[in-house]
């Protein structure tokens, strides 16, 4: 079963702009994943985020987490067209992850 | 980072064969292996959990005699599609930690099945 609900489904920008997509989730647990995945790829881990942090960056990524209210958001800064994938996070309970339906996103030049 | 490969990336059958997809750890070991199964355009559910020399542990609605799986070693994990269905057809995706519970989930390419 799934256990993060995502939205947007589908994100379109311009180059440059920044692209947000956000992440609940129903259950406890013990991190919080970001994962990217290119079309018919397989999946590239891009941040995790335990449950006792708020915030997290990585290069033009930065990830937040709300515990009180099971939400996490994952924010691109000045997005490139190389940006264009399907991004999912994933909930870590006790060694088992569940993704979410993820957000399509699509970045033009 | 570590590397797992997953192989075959793609491969086509009839109705009624058996397909084994094998998932491998390359530079670390792998205690436990996760399999998943992505639909077009979908995220990715969780079939079963694979143990090193135990029994997978499936989930809520996986049939474990159809999608059996077997871990004999630490760096490789198989799952075998029986008697595949065009229902079955679908992307395929293993992972494995190269540490503790809470470490990072490394993940194969994928293995795209299509039953004919």
């Known amino acids: 079963s799934q256990q993060g609900e995502e939205d947007p489904q589908a994100l379109s920008i311009q180059e440059g702009e920044n692209a947000t997509m956000n992440c609940s989730y129903k259950t406890s647990i013990n991190n919080l994943q970001w994962y990217r995945q290119n079309s018919g790829r397989g999946l590239v881990h891009l941040i995790l985020i335990r449950s006792n942090e708020r915030e997290k960056h990585s290069g033009r990524l930065r990830v937040t987490l709300d515990t009180s209210k099971k939400s996490s958001s994952l924010l691109i800064t000045a997005s490139r067209a190389a940006d264009t994938a399907s991004y999912f996070c994933?909930?870590?309970?006790?060694?088992?992850?569940?993704f979410g339906a993820g957000t399509q996103v699509v970045v033009t030049p | 980072g570590a590397v797992v490969s997953q192989h075959p990336s793609r491969v086509i059958c009839k109705s009624g064969t058996s397909v084994k997809i094998e998932c491998r750890s390359l530079?670390?070991?792998?205690?436990?292996m996760f399999w998943y199964r992505q639909f077009p355009k979908k995220s990715l559910m969780l079939m079963a959990t694979s143990n090193e020399g135990s029994k997978a542990t499936y989930e809520q609605g996986v049939e474990k005699d159809k999608f059996l799986i077997n871990h004999a070693s630490l760096t490789l994990s198989t799952l075998t599609v029986t008697s595949a269905h065009p229902e079955d057809s679908s992307f395929y995706i293993c992972s494995a930690r190269d540490g503790p519970n809470t470490g990072e989930l490394f993940f194969g390419e994928g293995s795209r099945l299509t039953v004919l």
């Open positions: 530079d670390f070991q792998a205690t436990t």
């Open positions: 994933a909930t870590d309970s006790w060694g088992k992850l569940q």
